[in-house]
Structures are given as C-alpha cells and as structure tokens.
C-alpha cells in the first residue's frame, strides 16, 4: 500500500495553534483520570491494611491484576487502534474504564474491588498507548517531544494529586471516595473527546486518502495555514508523497520482528519493562513501606506526597531537555543519574534526607517517562504499526509487572528497602546499556523519515525525493 507521506509533511509543516493545545488537551484530560486511578493504588492498599480490611498478599494481588488487566488492555488496544483507528480506541477505552472506576467505589469486599481493578486495568493499559500514539501523529516534529513530555508533565500532576486528596480524604472518609472521583471525571471526558478528528497519518496508512487530505484542510485551516499557501511547500509536499513508499510494511504483527525493526522492537520493549518495573517498584509501595516501616498512616501519606511532588517537576526537566539531547541520550543518562539517587537511599536516616531523596528519585522516573513512553516508544515505528508496535512493548512491560508487586514484596521482608533499591539500580542500569547500544535517535525527525530509516531502500527514495523538492 502506498503510504501518502504528504500528509505528514503538512502536519509536520503547521505552526502551533489552538488546534493542537486543544488536541493535548482532550488526549490529556483522558489519561490524567487514567493516570490518577493507577496512582491512587499506594494510597487505598496502604489504608485498607491499616484498617485490616486487606493483607499483603491480597496487596500484591490487587496490584497484579492491574497489570493483567493493562496488559490485555494494550495488547487489544494496538489491534483495535490499528485496525479501526485512533478516535474509536480511545473512546472504547475509556468507557471501560470510567464505569469500572464507579463499581469500584461500590465494592463489598477486597475480592470485588480486585475483580473490578481488573476490568479497570483493561481501558487503563489501552489510554497509554492511544493516547501518546495520537498525539505524535499530529504535532509537527519540532515540538513532538516537547508536546510528549508537557503531556506527561499534565499526566503526572496526577500523582501528586492522587496522594495528597488521598492524605485529605482517605482518613476522613474512606478509601471508596478515590474511585468515585476518578470513575466520574473519566466520563466527563468520554463526552468532551467525542468532537476530536481520528488520526490523518493512519487514514492515509489505510489507504483512505480522500477523508485524510480532508481532515488535513480543516486543521491546516484552524491553524492559519491553507494548503495553497506556497509553491515550494506543494512542491515538498509532493515530492514526499511519490518518496515514501510504504508498500514494505504490510502492517503485520510479524513485522515487528522483521530484519528492519527488531532492534527497534527490542528497544521499545526495554525501556517499558525497565520504566514499570522502576515506577511501580518504587510508587506504588512506597506508602506501605513507610507504614512497615513504623510511621503513621497520616505522617506516611505526608511523606509520600512531597516525594511524589518530583513527578511534575520531572517532566518540566524532560521538557527542557527534549529537543536539546533527544530522547535516545535523555533515557541513557538519567537511567544512570536515578540509578545514582537509588544506591543513597538505603542510606538515609532522617525523615529530610528520606523524603529529599525519594523526591529526586521520583523526578528522575519521570523524567525517564517523558522521553521513553511518552515520546520514544511511539516514534519507534510506522504508522501502519504504531500502536502494535507501542502496545507489544506495552504488554511485554506489563506482564513482566505482574511478578514485580511479589517480587518487590519478597525483597522488601527480606532485606528491607536495600533490597527493592537493588531491583530498581540494576533495572535502570540495563535500560542504559540496552538503549546506548541499540537505540536510534529521533530528535527533529518526521515520523516519515524515522520510519524509512529503518529501511534502505526508503532512505534511498527519501533522499532522492528531497532532491527533486530543491530543484
């Protein structure tokens, strides 16, 4: 099938606009409540085993579940938003997710609420990959990985909200007033997303150029840019339509594992391993920790949502960085500066120098997160495999999850937080090795062009088509 790369390049030639922050907006508002929901897990197990009414057993289960759940979840989403598209997906999603949320505020027991944590984790493991997958096909390569981490910086304002109105509520009123917000505030959302345009990039992967090109007019006309605003642009816009021939990529799930871009598989599937192990290895247990560890319900929960505090601030970091060193050297040096972070915090006795620390290990995860899941894991690969691509990455990374909470749980009785930390460092320097050797930088490219890179022979017409642009 002949990929209309023209597309691309008109988006990738727009200037920014109400359009775009408006896009990021909708995309954002979905996931927050996503991300919100994930993130009130610390808060709600910590509670429920101060007040007996779970165990750290069925802790472990509850967060396990969350990853089967997520797993399936993104598994289905890269087939579904592949096969039927973006603005379908997401919608789909969510509604799972928004009405599971409110059964979860209903629960009678420990062992519903885990039941419904499952159906939960289904919509929560599919926003991830839609969302961030959405968004790169529409903002130009210029501020695609800032737009990437301002997404993430939104997303992660979420943790630091989750545990403070959990300190604010949860002792007050109950752990169930936690799902209710989040379930409510995902369908809100739900009804607000229903006016955003699907995706140009993969209509035109699918071969329905006419309804591409049409969305293309109304958005370059939101933004001020009609497409007869310059012959050269037409003349590029042309020569990149005839350049890029995407008849090698059949879409296949196969192709993942093809010559071309398995290192690129192998990459993706790296950094979402490394960066769920380490975000949930350390967020999600790091309340119960503190409780083991003899300090209050209330005193934990103060602790914990001025280390989380580092999230947001993490991302404005990303967000500097992104289009200075790129997404490839970002995760490789700051897996080795949150390694470094890692290795002091066994050593630290004050409840200062504890909470300083699990606030820059807390920037560092999610600076990590910008650049990896939000940015890189989606430029990775073709259109037409864009989210298969980030949803095998993002199953890969879930299931390795699931044994994780267990893992976590026996490390921790059996070497106390020394032991979490070295499952954490050893992760993180991995992630580093794995990605300086195999990654590919994608700084300032077009999605196009990262695609073709991956094969010769779409270099070769690329640079060819660039030179008939310039004649």
Known sequence: MQMDASIGARLDRLPLSGFHWRLLGLIAAGMYFDSFDIYIAGTVLAAMIHSGESTLGLNATFVSVTFIGMMTGAWLSGLLGDRFGRRFCYQFNLGI????????????????????????????????????GTLSEFIPANWRGRFGTILNLIINTSLFLSTFLGWLIVP??????????????????????????????????????????????????????????????????????????DTSDTGRLAELFSRRLLTRTITAVTVLVALFTVNYAFVSWIPTFLVKQGHSVANSLGMTALMFAGGPVGSLIAFVLAERVGRKWGIVVFSLICAAFGVAYPFAQS????????????????????????????????????????????????????????????????????????????????????VGVLGTETRHRSLEAIAADANPHDVEALQAGSTVATK
């Open 97 to 132: 997710y928004g009405f599971a949320s409110i059964a979860a505020a209903l629960a009678p027991s420990m062992y519903w609420l885990i039941f419904f944590r499952l159906v939960m984790g289904l919509g929560m493991g599919a926003e991830i990959v839609v969302g961030y």
């Open 172 to 245: 007050h009123y109950g752990w169930r007033w936690m799902f209710a917000i989040a379930g409510c505030g995902a369908l809100i959302v739900w009804f607000m997303r229903k006016s955003m345009p699907e995706s140009p990039r993969w209509l035109a992967s699918r071969g329905r150029g006419q309804e591409a090109r049409q969305i293309v007019e109304r958005i370059e006309a939101a933004c001020g840019s009609p497409a007869a605003s310059g012959t050269g642009s037409a003349i590029h816009s042309t020569a990149a339509g005839m350049a890029y021939d």
């Open 351 to 434: 409840t200062v120098v504890i909470t300083a620390l699990g606030f820059a290990i807390t920037a560092g995860i999610y600076v990590l997160s910008s650049f990896s899941v939000a940015t890189y894991v989606p430029e990775l690969f073709p259109t037409q495999l864009r989210l298969r691509g980030s949803g095998f990455a993002n199953t890969v990374g879930r299931a390795v999850s699931i044994v994780v909470p267990y893992a976590v749980a026996s490390a921790f009785m059996r070497f106390g937080i020394a032991g979490v930390l070295t499952l954490i460092v050893g992760t993180l320097l991995l992630q580093a090795l794995v």
